[in-house]
């Protein structure tokens, strides 16, 4: 495994980490407790240390699978982010909560489902511009800081993009972006890998396999189950991506890597990426993820 320094910060997260929406139960199966723990044991055996999550996968679901694992393990071995804004209704359901007085409740309802008594990195969740520009918010979460209840405040941005929010991270705190970015969407390269050097914020690539798409396991045609978060995606544009992905397995994977390795290490060329954060159905794709970091020249 490697490591990078996620901005300013100071934490060294390994350049791989864990996303766990999967595990809130919208990704076609439910997890146990025993499917987490083999998950989190696959991730700490391959030196990952992050985990991130959020408190709407699930109602706060993913985070107390997580919460249960890290009270029988080291919790010092786990980077753990989380996220906040959501109240989860149901499978793909979400309602806005952005308030100050909301989030306060997120946070003390996601360190109870985490078993901890800080999360090291406390994440705004995909809201809007308008939503960021509540000064009271931003208040509350540095007196929270300043209480110890968080490390760190993090910005995860709209799939739509806001450069906005990237201008105007320093301003309220916040010291990482997490960004949709991968190879077939390279819209951050333009949007925030700017703002992310001059104001010295760490990159967490989410979707880093495009939802699988660049795993390299599906072909165009692939119709995906209305059960899942892919089977609310439009078909056309699924099919267009799938044919640039065979275009770009042919053209540029090396013989012999598995396209999902190169997927992941071709996000982390940028030294401003820290970290990827793909998801896992098991402990063999953490196995497989993990040794992307094989593929990313040292630093």
Known sequence: MRYRILGSTGLRVSV????????????????????????????????????????????????????????????????????????????????????????????????????????????????????????????????????????????????????????????????????????????????YFSHAQRDQLGILARVPLASGLLSGKYSPGTKFPVTEVRGSFDADKVDRDLAEVERIRRTEVPAGIPMAQWALAWCLKSPLVSAVIPGCKDADQVRSNAAAAELVPGD
């Open 16 to 191: 791989v980490g864990i996303g766990t929406w999967q595990f809130g139960g919208e990704w076609g199966r439910e997890y146990s407790q025993p499917d987490v723990d083999a998950i989190l044991d696959q991730g700490r055996d391959s030196g990952i240390n992050l985990i991130d999550t959020a408190e709407c996968y699930g109602d706060h679901l993913s985070e107390s699978r997580i919460g249960d694992y890290l009270s029988r393990h080291d919790r010092s071995h786990w980077i753990v982010a989380t996220k906040f804004g959501h109240h989860f209704n149901g499978f793909m359901s979400r309602d806005d909560r952005f308030s100050a007085a909301d989030v306060l409740a997120q946070l003390e309802g996601s360190l109870r489902a985490l078993r901890v008594d800080r999360v090291d990195l406390y994440q705004f969740h995909s809201g809007s511009d308008a939503l960021f520009q509540d000064a009271a918010l931003w208040e509350m979460l540095a007196a929270q800081q300043r209480a110890g209840k968080i490390g760190h405040l993090g910005i995860s941005i709209l799939g739509k993009g806001s450069e906005w929010q990237a201008r105007q991270a320093r301003e309220v705190g916040a010291e990482a972006l997490q960004v949709i970015y991968n190879r077939l969407d390279r819209r951050p390269e333009q949007l």
